[in-house]
């Protein structure tokens, strides 16, 4: 039986010249049509192949590279070209409020070069609770101000008015001679409260030291026997703000010239 010729008549396979890419391409479709084979694939030439692939992956490359950079710069700029803000500033006083405790951030997202504070223009402590998270105690009230300089130099700062500390003294409400004792009542508005259990009085001419007769912390009076001589009485309040009265010796009268020991 004559074998089937499978080369198509116009192509000259006897030719000592190389094919073209055309004519690999109808060499191959005319291979797989006689033999019956489906052509699933398509002629591409294996050089584009490789160039393309390499096109793309470093084109990918190159745009993960910038996108990194692009990222990182931003991350880095508050430290760097612009100050870094101070945020969530917030103040609590102490139980007894004697003092108040005052925490913050900074919002940086490298380190800062120094945090510092000044309460009524006088430098104060800064403790550093976390990363970028700090805190400053504060004992009395005022003017809070908090400053950060970035690593650049750039500066930021933040004020705040201290006003929940107990620094005032009790008041005197009123006060009248009974017979042979002085009633007088106080009060400590706002702060802590009056420390009944630790008023006393002082005569400068003798020497001598009083304690009251009794005292009523509800309604607030404190009664002492009238003294012969002049006499200091200091009444502190829980947060060790004293009030200095003086009451006067003279018969049937009292004084209540008084001052304030912060």
Known sequence: MKKKDFLPERINTESDEHFTPEQEDMLLHSILTDL???????????????????????????????????????????????????????????????????????????????????????????????????????????????????????????????DSIDDQAP????????????????SDNDGVGVDYSSIYGYSPDTGVTVTPLYYNERTGQVTFAVPTESMYIYVPDKNGNTLTLMLSAAPGSSSSDSTEDG
């Open 171 to 186: 008041d005197v409400i009123t006060h009248y001679q009974d017979r042979e004792t002085i009633v007088i009542s106080f």
């Open 36 to 162: 019956h084979i489906e052509e699933s694939i398509q002629a591409v030439p294996q050089k584009n192949i490789y160039r393309s692939a390499f096109r793309k992956k470093y084109f990918m490359r190159k745009c993960l590279a910038a996108a990194c950079a692009a990222i990182l710069l931003l991350t880095l700029m508050p430290g760097t070209v612009v100050p870094a803000p101070i945020s969530e500033v917030s103040a609590a006083p102490s139980p007894d409020a004697s003092s108040a405790r005052v925490e913050f951030s900074v919002s940086s997202a490298i380190p800062v070069r120094e945090v510092s504070a000044q309460m009524n223009d006088q430098e104060i402590q800064v403790e550093e609770t976390s990363y970028q998270n700090y805190a400053v105690d504060v004992q009395e009230n005022g003017y809070l101000l908090l400053e950060v300089y970035s690593i650049s130099g750039m500066y930021s700062s933040h004020g705040i008015e201290i």
